[in-house]
């Protein structure tokens, strides 16, 4: 069964450093490019960070650029999300999301979530 498993969230103070993971299991990750999503509260999901299959292309928000970094090892088959100098406003509930192009359509699957809180 197709699993994705976030982990490493919590609580930062402003401008502190958290390191999310993510942990597949029943699928193999290198044929998948693989995203960061966050939801904060009242808000809807949005993109933070993507990188392709085999990590040769990575692309970021705005709002994160230069603070967060997304990374992958494939033979680990785990994707993590370095975040530094934390702000109040990166609080919210961070997904995994591994795609695939198929035939025609697009595969994906979700984790449940990490929840980050950035407070003083």
């Known amino acids: 069964q197709v699993q994705l498993v976030e982990s490493g969230g919590g609580l930062a103070q402003p401008g502190g450093s958290l390191r999310l993971s993510c942990a597949a299991s029943g699928l193999s990750l290198y044929v998948y490019a693989m995203d960061w999503y966050r939801q904060a509260p009242g808000k809807e999901r949005e993109l933070v960070a993507s990188i392709s299959s085999v990590g040769h292309s990575r692309n970021y928000a705005d709002f994160v650029k230069g603070r967060f970094t997304i990374s992958r090892d494939n033979y680990k088959n785990t994707a993590d999300l370095q975040m530094s100098n934390l702000r109040p406003e990166d609080t919210g509930v961070y997904y995994c999301?591994?795609?695939?192009?198929?035939?025609?359509?697009?595969?994906?699957?979700w984790g449940q979530g990490t929840e980050v809180t950035v407070s003083s």
């Open positions: 999301h591994a795609r695939h192009i198929g035939l025609g359509s697009q595969i994906e699957y």
